[in-house]
């Protein structure tokens, strides 16, 4: 008996974490500690992760298909033979592309409902 292919539509919606793990892995190939802080950054700091969040979210994306670990750090010298380094797999880019496109319709709903307002003309 064949297992069904997973679609993006299985996965949605994403939790906080798993989405912002997958939009900092849009950039390229990261390990754990870079992927906090560039979460950290991208939302002034409102979104830290602490390691059990990071890395148990990393290991359920990597049994879930979504991101995959990479050989980016192996015979590189400046880089620690520990840290791991992971990128975001085919299924985890079609699974952003969708949600991202599910909160596009939530954020124009809002607007539609005068719950959010429009952006100011530059």
């Known amino acids: 008996m064949r297992s069904r292919?997973?679609?993006p539509a299985?996965?949605?919606p994403l939790t906080p974490a798993v989405l912002?793990?997958?939009l900092a892995l849009a950039d390229g190939d990261q390990h754990g500690y870079a992927i906090a802080q560039a979460i950290e950054a991208v939302t002034d700091g409102t979104i830290?992760?602490?390691p059990g969040t990071?890395?148990?979210s990393i290991g359920r994306m990597?049994?879930?298909g979504l991101i995959e670990e990479s050989s980016r750090s192996r015979g590189r010298s400046d880089d620690d033979e520990r840290r791991r380094f992971y990128r975001m797999t085919a299924l985890g880019r079609r699974v952003l592309e969708s949600e991202t496109e599910r909160l596009a319709r939530v954020v124009a709903l809002a607007r539609a409902k005068n719950?959010?307002?429009r952006p100011?003309?530059?």
């Open 120 to 122: 100011e003309p530059a």
């Open 62 to 64: 990597v049994a879930g």
């Open 54 to 56: 990071l890395y148990g």
């Open 20 to 22: 912002h793990i997958l």
């Open 115 to 117: 719950v959010l307002r």
């Open 10 to 12: 299985d996965f949605l």
């Open 48 to 50: 830290r992760m602490g």
């Open 5 to 7: 292919e997973l679609r």
